[in-house]
């Protein structure tokens, strides 16, 4: 089977630099994804890791390390907007399991 | 571009109704997948597809059936509902892999009575 954990909810302020870590036990393991939902929303790709290291794309970072089964997704400048729920996914050969996500709460 | 459509957008079934879940997409992707939210939870794959023809079960199948007979269309087919499957259902499409972006459906909200 598969398990991921990730915390349920992080608080920051406006502006603050934010961590929600991932760590997962599956096997096929494929790679690392994240993705983003708003209240009533559907989810959004954010990033995907297949190899170890740090992807960057705009305020958004996400790191894998395979050897450690640990993932991270690092949020720079955080805006209100950013108030969401955050779920890392592993990719399992040709599945998509999603973690329980991570409720983010941005205050001014 | 439509995207992922998905129909109805509500639902409300008594037990032991059957129903089916539409879901198309106009980008001729090849992965496509059903997933269950429940409050406070994160999305649990039911059942998916690599293409057409193809399906195979997720981490929540039992209850429900799926068939793709074409790329655009996967329809979910709950047999027999029950109040444990009242939650709100995503569908969603991707090229190739899953570990390509899933584009998700807006969700079809199911209450079962």
């Known amino acids: 089977g598969q398990s991921l954990e990730q915390p349920s909810e992080v608080t920051a302020v406006e502006g603050a630099i934010v961590q929600i870590n991932c760590t997962y036990q599956t096997s096929g393991f494929y790679g690392l994804s994240w993705y983003q939902q708003h209240d009533g929303g559907a989810p959004t790709f954010l990033s995907y890791n297949a190899l170890d290291g740090l992807e960057e794309t705009g305020r958004f970072s996400s790191f894998l390390s395979r050897s450690d089964s640990y993932g991270y997704l690092l949020l720079q400048e955080l805006q209100m907007k950013d108030s969401a729920s955050y779920f890392c996914?592993?990719?399992?050969?040709?599945?998509?399991?999603f973690g329980t996500g991570t409720r983010l709460q941005v205050f001014p | 571009n439509a995207g992922v459509t998905q129909t109805p957008k509500f639902q409300v079934l008594k037990t032991g109704q059957s129903m089916t879940l539409q879901c198309a997409q106009d980008m001729n992707h090849e992965y496509m997948s059903w997933y269950r939210q429940d409050p406070g939870m994160g999305l649990r794959l039911i059942h998916y597809?690599?293409?057409?023809?193809?399906?195979d079960q997720g981490e929540v199948p039992n209850g429900y059936n799926v068939s793709r007979s074409t790329t655009e269309d996967f329809p979910l087919r709950l047999l027999s509902a029950a109040p444990s499957q009242t939650s709100v259902y995503f569908c969603?499409?991707?090229?190739?892999?899953?570990?390509?972006?899933?584009?998700f459906g807006p969700g079809t909200r199911l209450t079962v009575l």
């Open positions: 597809s690599v293409g057409a023809g193809i399906t």
């Open positions: 996914a592993v990719v399992n050969t040709d599945k998509l399991i």
């Open positions: 969603a499409s991707s090229s190739g892999l899953a570990s390509n972006e899933q584009f």
